[in-house]
């Protein structure tokens, strides 16, 4: 050995090209590093294997990586292991096998690599290549946030926030989430924003709610970008700045959240701080429809039925209200009714619109339960099986949840005695409900009631000023009943 090798150490040992290869490195001289390495990792080091296919993994050269890894993780390698383990979840290199990869993660899990650990639970907590199994998910994550693993802290923290194989328990989910937003986890940060949100575990408070969902969205998290949007644009814990929802819903929208893209079609549909301009809001909420948002779907119909943005085309307004009534959007349901009922897109079919009625109906839409009421009230007119006590029951629930033509109807049929014991009484009770809320003919009912005597002291002047209140608004009827007055 010469006096050189003696004093700087031979250029082939271990040590002399580990410093090569940091000074390759330092010079981003990637394919010096790969050969640095190579050289190591055929003496059996397996560091330098694990490095040599971690660079073949930054260049894609899956093939490669796997050679190395495989050496590396034979070795016990952790590290190794943990990203051989990845290239069989992903299928890249060799063919998916979620078993295989959940195998080689045991391995590097079992030797405490706290990465392996948490993708480990995650596979536990999904079904993933296992059984689904929450409880051993939590072992797992605790394993590894116990090493301060954020996102290990963070699914634990979502397993106690969704009551997951453990009691629900808002206020531990909490304190996982702190530890794991305080580390820069971006889902805890938008996690703990929803928990003060909606005081779960903490008192209600929108200012510390919408502070998280910054944090979050700012590190690119996009749900809290969506949700930071909303609480720009109604002004909740903060001032209320449209041009920053719209940013935030765009920031949003570009990494393709759907609650985004049809919040933007909204934006632009109704000119919210915007120019309207509805060739946007149809491209917003066709890319949010086409992920299954029935809302985005129902404004899709919407706009094809009535050619905003688009040519008029009720066969597409149908489909698209189909596909969303076929997922129990109630809007939609009730506007696929009125398509049977005027044969709009489709063959007229009064019993299908029954049918749909009664599904938003059931729903809760008021809409449809008043169209379902009169649909059944006349129903010899429109080839329908008689059901007067349920045309009834239906405008009933409308009225009550304030609809003022549900009110209106009950009012004509208690003044007619139509299925019901004559009642001018009940007649003006209802109409009054429904004149309250301005509807002329309920509004014109009432001047009858009044003219005639009906129910009430025949007042003359009371008559008058219901008939002007409709005439008011172009009622043909009340204009009509006024000049038959003077």
Request: a negative charge.
């Amino acid at each position: 050995m010469s006096i050189f090798s003696k004093l700087f150490g031979r250029s082939d040992e271990p040590g002399a090209i580990r410093r090569q290869i940091e000074q390759a490195r330092a010079q981003n001289d990637d394919a010096t590093v790969r050969r640095l390495l190579e050289s190591l990792a055929k003496t059996g080091d397996a560091s330098a294997q694990r490095e040599l296919g971690d660079a073949y993994l930054v260049a894609t050269a899956y093939d490669n990586a796997r050679v190395w890894l495989e050496k590396a993780a034979a070795q016990g390698d952790a590290e190794a292991q943990h990203q051989l383990g990845n290239l069989y979840l992903r299928g890249q290199g060799v063919p998916q096998n979620s078993t295989t990869a959940h195998e080689w993660q045991e391995k590097a899990a079992a030797q405490g690599y706290a990465a392996a650990q948490t993708l480990l639970g995650s596979y536990y907590a999904i079904g993933d290549g296992v059984a689904q199994d929450y409880e051993k998910a939590r072992t797992w994550f605790e394993k590894a946030a116990a090493q301060h693993d954020a996102e290990a802290q963070y699914q634990l923290g979502l397993l106690y926030f969704g009551g997951l194989g453990i009691a629900q328990d808002y206020t531990i989910a909490r304190e996982w989430c702190e530890q794991a937003a305080a580390q820069g986890n971006a889902a805890a940060q938008n996690l703990l924003g929803r928990l003060y949100s909606g005081g779960l575990g903490v008192t209600q408070d929108h200012a510390k709610a919408r502070d998280w969902y910054t944090q979050a969205a700012e590190r690119g998290n996009a749900e809290a970008q969506s949700t930071l949007a909303l609480y720009y644009y109604n002004g909740e814990g903060g001032e209320q700045n449209l041009d920053k929802a719209r940013t935030w819903f765009e920031k949003a929208a570009a990494q393709g959240d759907s609650d985004a893209l049809r919040n933007l079609g909204i934006i632009y549909a109704e000119g919210e701080g915007v120019a309207q301009d509805y060739k946007k809001a149809y491209d917003y909420w066709k890319q949010a429809a086409a992920q299954g948002d029935t809302a985005a779907q129902n404004g899709l119909a919407q706009l094809y039925h009535d050619g905003l943005g688009v040519t008029q085309d009720f066969a597409q307004a149908y489909q698209w209200w189909k596909t969303a009534a076929e997922q129990d959007n109630a809007n939609a349901q009730n506007h696929l009714a009125i398509c049977y009922l005027q044969g709009e897109g489709v063959n007229k079919d009064n019993k299908k619109a029954c049918e749909w009625f009664e599904k938003a109906a059931l729903r809760g839409h008021v809409v449809a339960q008043y169209g379902l009421g009169i649909l059944y009230g006349h129903s010899e007119e429109l080839d329908l099986p008689p059901q007067p006590a349920t045309a009834l029951l239906w405008l009933e629930k409308a009225a009550s949840a304030g609809h003022s033509g549900a009110q209106n109807a009950l009012g004509i049929r208690y003044a007619r005695g139509i299925d019901v014991n004559q009642d001018y009484g009940k007649a003006r009770a209802y109409w009054e409900q429904s004149a309250a809320g301005g509807d002329p003919e309920a509004q014109t009912n009432l001047g009858i009631l009044y003219r005639e005597g009906l129910g009430v002291t025949l007042d003359s002047d009371t008559a008058k000023s219901w008939f002007e209140k409709a005439a008011a608004q172009g009622f043909a009827a009340a204009q009509e009943a006024l000049q038959a007055l003077s």
